[in-house]
Each structure stands twice: as C-alpha cells, then as structure tokens.
C-alpha cells in the first residue's frame, strides 16, 4: 500500500485559515464607518459628504450609488450657539435604478468649537415608495455624538 505524505497537506491547512483572517480584515474595512462630529476634522467638505452618505444608507439601506450634490452651513435664526447643515444627495433604487433626491437637514449644538453635538436629523425625499427606515435615524444620531 503506498504511503501519503501529510508533510505537504500541513502548509495547505495552515494557509486556508490565514487567507480567511485577511479576507475578514478587508471586508470590515470596506465597511464606512459612520462619521462623528466630535472628530469632524478640517476636511469638512469631504466629512459632509460622508455624514450624507451614512444618512442615506441609513433610511434606505437597499439604495444603490448615493451620490453627494452639495451642502451648506448657516446659522440658526433662533439660537446663538446652533447651526443647520443642509446636504442633499441622490441615490438609486435597487430594482429600477430611478434617481431619487434626498434633502437632509441637521440640527448641530456649536456651543463647543471642537465637539458639535447633532440634535435633530430631518430627511425628506421625492421616492414615492415609502420604504425610508427613519427608526435608523435615532440610532445613527447617537451614532454620530460619541
């Protein structure tokens, strides 16, 4: 009877839990994670961006290629220490590919420069189908206040 040589098998059985390790680490990087304003550093366009697209993927987990259109900063007319960021942003639905628009509008406490706190997130968007998740709203807004 001849023999097997398990010597080769060894590496093989090494190297498929390894490959499996590193797959896992790029597939949680491919993951966003979701913006903080208590970080929002200096590249404020790019981290405007990225609370819109969490924002989106949020109400409309299913929406395909959320794109950021523009946004703006402005006083409150009401409050010294608040500020209202306005983003809009489009996305695809996930069977049609209809563009859809979404108006997002928070409500920041600026009292601390360095730390803003979210109070309020308002999402409106022209989707007739009502399937927006707003329940996901209020967790991602603690989300962003840690």
């Known amino acids: 009877m001849p023999r097997i040589n398990f010597s080769r098998w060894k590496t093989g059985l090494v190297a498929v839990p390894a490959f499996f390790g590193v ?8 993951d966003d994670p979701v913006p903080t304003f208590r970080k929002r550093g200096d590249a404020e366009k790019k981290f405007y961006e990225s609370v819109g697209l969490a924002v ?5 987990p299913t929406g395909v290629n959320a794109t950021f259109l523009n946004h703006e900063l402005r006083d409150d007319k009401l409050k010294a220490d608040r500020k209202e960021l306005l983003i809009k942003m489009e996305y695809k639905g996930p069977v049609t590919r209809k563009v859809f628009q979404s108006d997002i509008t928070l409500k920041l ?11 309020h997130i308002d999402y409106k968007d022209n989707n007739s189908i009502k399937s927006a998740n707003l329940a996901n709203l209020e967790r991602l807004l603690k989300q962003m206040n840690r």
Do not use: M
């Open 23 to 30: 797959l896992a680490l790029f597939v949680c990087a491919a």
């Open 56 to 60: 989106v993927k949020a109400v409309h």
């Open 109 to 119: 406490d600026t009292r601390n420069s360095e730390a803003w706190e979210v109070l």
